[in-house]
């Protein structure tokens, strides 16, 4: 066996370049397929991770979906906002403990700047309920005096080198280049959260009174020319918050939930809309699930077709190895041998392709994961591969072995005199 | 849909009231509606005791005890009175009590999961309900027609709306919160999958 190997060895290595071909489709095919299981697992992991502890997110009617994505994941955009009077009387149904408003709409060097209470930084919770801690500094205050403070996320401090201390400004709407900027009214960052591998990493974190306040001087969508108000004197005015793009909602005890969503539907004042978050998620899984399917079959065929390509590619090898084959037979090895030997190219190349593939993805997710964590906030872990990868990695595997056994079986076949007299 | 016929329709499609209806008026020609899932009876020795969802309603309880001697047909639409009748008949399912006597009994019980904390692990908390949608979709059902599930290891792999029978002993909740009690809470030895049985 030890011999068939290494003549096995010694045969591929003479035909090294289509081999190492066939091997390189092998090893894309694996890290499509093992990078896309990677990333649909993490997405998932992310999402869930991303909220805990909240019992209904409430916004302006829309799809829950949406809401869900729009006030959690910071993707997409807000249809409407809600008035802080809805969310007050929210606030005031007597089973709900908290809540926690969101404003969002402005950004940061297209990071998104949440307006909210200092509640958040108590209230909310990500992955198995956990609260937010600071890895430096502290919540901002709250109040007049610390109006233009900010709290970063791990990922803003990290990616832009803020500490606290830094002045940011902010700019309006969503836009990294063009956007008009808030620049008379500068922020100073007081605090940085530690890492959470959820969106409030790439989160600038302001007060609902400091929005007000830097739009004050705005009128439909635009800032009034000649009339500007300096950041000391915007204080003077009324900075209540008036409206909010949703709120965290906790309750007093969870089975009321059901009661307070209904009130929230059937709230007279203004149309709203309240989502459980697991619920929510639970139906965009469903919306996106045949397309993560769709993705993954298509990955699984392109291992097929390089698969097939292993087969072509070796069995247009055996017209040129007919003398190999042949000098093999007539030095005293069986047809079974003959077998054995191409059966056993097939799988190594496989398995080289296939190793190689799941070091090109591990590359990938070292690689490419800071950047999707700052672009979307996704983490992609660097954990061993999971259930499903390694099911994927053998199939691939497997389906080599069973593939490899077509050009085994045809060599089988020939004759040794068939061999030994070529008609070329 | 108006108010007089949400009113009705609120009446008897309730599966937990249409027993005490049927009791109270049996009105002809509605069909007393029972309950998708149905338990099935007679646990092995030392199992827990599997319960139906009306079991979770106490007997003497009569959510009609305010609305007695009312003749809905004369209720128009629009009516002010039918919508302030259906506010009233809100408030009492809001307030259902729970049966005392099942409170701390080892049971089994299938239902509809509705999640709450959903973790890597898999749910750490959800709502069981009797029937499916039981959400936006419909009037939420009373409060004692809700069981807040927290499984002793986290069920993985279920999704809103699964259904599942879940054991473990019952208990009810009497924190500070809404309503004093609070509806029942299992606290769930086992979680699994709903599966038809075989004939």
Redesign the interface.
């Given at each position: 066996m030890k011999a068939l190997l290494a003549i096995a060895w010694a045969s591929a290595l003479n035909r090294r370049g289509t081999l190492a071909l066939v091997v390189a489709g092998i090893a894309l095919a694996t890290a499509l397929l093992l990078g896309l299981e990677r990333l649909r697992t993490d997405i998932r992991?992310g999402f869930?991770?991303s909220v805990?502890?909240t019992?209904l997110v409430v916004g302006a009617r829309t799809s829950p979906i949406q809401l869900m994505l729009y006030a959690v994941f910071r993707v997409g955009g807000a249809t409407n906002n809600v008035s802080m009077d809805s969310i007050r009387a929210v606030e005031a149904h007597?089973?709900v403990a908290w809540v926690v408003p969101l404003s969002l709409g402005d950004s940061h060097r297209g990071r998104p700047v949440l307006g909210t209470t200092t509640a958040y930084f108590e209230r909310f919770r990500w992955?198995?309920?956990q609260p937010l801690a600071f890895s430096a500094g502290r919540p901002f205050a709250g109040t007049l005096d610390g109006l233009y403070e900010a709290v970063i996320g791990a990922e803003v401090a990290e990616t832009l080198g803020y500490a606290p201390g830094a002045r940011i400004t902010l700019t309006h709407g969503g836009g990294e280049v063009l956007g008009v900027e808030h620049a008379d009214k500068p922020f100073t960052v007081v605090g940085v959260l530690a890492r959470t591998g959820t969106p409030v990493d790439r989160t600038v974190h302001v007060s609902l009174e400091a929005l007000e306040a830097i739009h004050l001087d705005w009128a439909g969508g635009a800032p009034i020319p000649g009339m500007a108000i300096p950041a000391e004197a915007a204080r003077k005015f009324d900075l209540t918050p008036k409206q909010a793009t949703a709120a965290l909602v906790g309750?007093?005890?969870?089975?009321?939930?059901?009661?307070v969503?209904?009130f929230v539907?059937e709230y007279e004042g203004e149309a709203l809309l309240a989502v459980?978050p697991?619920?929510a998620?639970?139906?965009l899984?469903q919306v996106i699930g045949p397309a993560e399917q769709g993705l993954l079959a298509i990955s699984g065929l392109v291992a097929v077709v390089s698969l097939a390509s292993l087969v072509a590619v070796v069995l247009a090898g055996l017209n040129e190895r007919r003398r190999e084959l042949a000098v093999l037979r007539a030095v005293g090895a069986g047809p079974r041998h003959v077998l054995l030997l191409l059966a056993a190219e097939g799988v190594l190349v496989t398995l080289a392709g296939v190793l190689l593939g799941a070091a090109l993805a591990a590359a990938l997710v070292l690689g490419a994961g800071p950047l999707l964590q700052a672009e979307f906030g996704i983490t992609l872990s660097r954990a061993a591969p999971t259930a499903t990868q390694w099911a994927l990695a053998g199939a691939v595997v497997a389906a080599g072995m069973l593939a490899s056994l077509v050009p085994g079986w045809r060599a089988y076949r020939l004759s040794l005199a068939d061999g030994l007299s070529p008609r070329t | 849909m108006t108010a007089r016929r949400s009113l009705l329709i609120a009446l008897l499609a309730s599966p937990v009231l249409a027993p005490t209806l049927a009791l109270a008026q049996s009105p002809a020609g509605v069909p007393a509606m029972k309950p998708p899932i149905k338990a099935t009876p007679a646990p092995a020795p030392g199992a827990p005791r599997t319960i139906q969802w009306e079991e979770l309603v106490p007997p003497d309880w009569d959510p009609f005890k305010d609305f007695r001697g009312l003749d809905f047909q004369t209720l128009d639409d629009g009516d002010p009175k039918a919508a302030a009748l259906l506010k009233k008949m809100r408030a009492a399912w809001d307030a259902a009590p729970v049966n005392e006597r099942l409170v701390g009994q080892v049971v089994r019980i299938p239902g509809f999961v509705v999640p709450l904390e959903d973790t890597n692990d898999g749910l750490k908390e959800f709502l069981l309900v009797p029937y499916f949608g039981a959400c936006i979709h419909s009037p939420p059902p009373p409060a004692n027609q809700i069981i807040h599930v927290l499984p002793r290891t986290p069920a993985k792999g279920f999704r809103s709306m699964d259904t599942v029978w879940i054991s473990g002993r019952i208990s009810t909740p009497r924190t500070d919160s809404y309503m004093g009690v609070s509806g029942y809470r299992i606290e769930a030895d086992s979680v699994t999958r709903y599966e038809e049985r075989r004939r």
């Open positions: 992991a869930s991770q805990s502890g019992d007597r089973a992955g198995d309920r309750l007093k005890n969870r089975v009321a939930v059901f009661n969503q209904r539907a459980l697991a619920v998620l639970d139906e899984w | -």
